[in-house]
């Protein structure tokens, strides 16, 4: 995806840093250096007013900015929170049609990712670049079982391949690499959509919303008990995503396994979404800080024991 010596745009679409932030920034420039890809910040990382780091329109415009900088060659996006979806309606989908660049982020980006999907037909993904500041040995994510690393390990797997590295550079699949087991069914193909669901149902009745036909859902969740995990569920159920979706892949949903929840969240797809549409589930994808990645408008095929 990238090489030795590029540059990358480093933007917040969702809610900005405190300024006490900035010291953290600083160690995920370092990072990103001595992997030797080269950093520009946007001028919206911080939040000049609760949580606001500015407007809609100059939050997309920070992010168009780079797309139109022939010299970035890449684009990651460090927040998270609630208002990432401000800025789609002032997007330049053709300029990011015609850009070679990826985007990456997570959580409140899930509406910005499946948005470009929609209008453009083009890949993003789904991670979280701020998880270099959390290094764990291979165990799941959103679990304690991993061994916590540090400096220049912190990215690295149990098998000392560096994994950001090995992917984003050298053009390896290492951070791409999920474990997953089947609830049901024992085989999904279709391209994925989804991350974040409460994000992901943002975009219902807009022009930003995906199309779900023969597509993988995937759904993970920070925050949320059971009623309002449900009632997400119930939503997807309404607007017939269970119906026309190829399958369904759960990610974490970090609050209900942290308090062990009950029903849990295999227990309420179960119920809603009935015994034929194929499920399946991994540790892999979610809000953990030793999260991997998966790419949101690429083609997924899972297979029981592959």
């Known amino acids: 995806m990238l090489k030795y010596g590029d540059r ?3 933007v917040c679409c969702s809610n900005g840093h405190k300024p006490s932030y ?3 920034l600083k160690r995920l420039e370092t990072i990103l250096l001595k992997m030797g890809l080269r950093v520009t910040f946007s001028d919206c990382i911080f939040e000049k007013q ?3 780091g500015g407007t809609g329109q100059e939050r997309a415009r920070e992010l168009m900015n780079f797309y139109r900088d ?4 890449g ?9 990432a979806n401000g800025i789609l309606p002032y997007l330049d989908y053709d300029v990011i049609a015609d850009s070679g660049k990826i985007f990456w982020g997570y959580s409140d980006l899930t509406t910005v990712i499946n948005a470009i999907y929609a209008k453009t037909g083009k890949a993003s993904v789904l991670y979280q670049v701020r998880n270099l500041l959390y290094g764990y040995a291979e165990g799941g994510a959103g679990h304690s079982m991993g061994k916590r690393l540090s400096g220049h390990e912190q990215i690295a797997d149990s098998n000392g391949v560096i994994l950001f590295r090995n992917t984003v550079i050298n053009g390896g699949s290492d951070l791409f690499r999920i474990k997953y087991r089947f609830l049901q069914q024992k085989e999904m193909q279709g391209t994925v959509i989804g991350g974040n669901i409460r994000c992901f149902l943002k975009l219902a009745g807009t022009e930003y919303m995906p199309d779900l036909d023969g597509k993988i859902l995937l759904l993970e969740a920070f925050h949320g008990m059971p009623p309002q995990i449900e009632t997400y569920l119930r939503q997807l159920q309404q607007l017939g995503a ?4 190829a399958g369904i892949l759960l990610g974490t949903f970090t609050q209900m396994e942290a308090e062990k929840c009950t029903p849990t969240v295999e227990t309420l797809i179960r119920e809603i979404v009935g015994k034929d549409l194929p499920i ?26 592959a």
């Open 75 to 83: 684009i990651l996006d460090i927040s998270g929170g609630d208002i």
């Open 280 to 305: 399946a589930v991994t540790a892999d994808i979610g809000h953990g800080t030793d999260s991997k990645a998966i790419i949101i408008g690429q083609e997924l095929h899972l297979m029981e024991g």
């Open 70 to 73: 022939d010299e970035i060659k």
């Open 242 to 245: 269970f119906e026309r979706a």
């Open 50 to 52: 609760n949580g606001i």
């Open 8 to 10: 990358i745009g480093i």
């Open 22 to 24: 900035g010291e953290n």
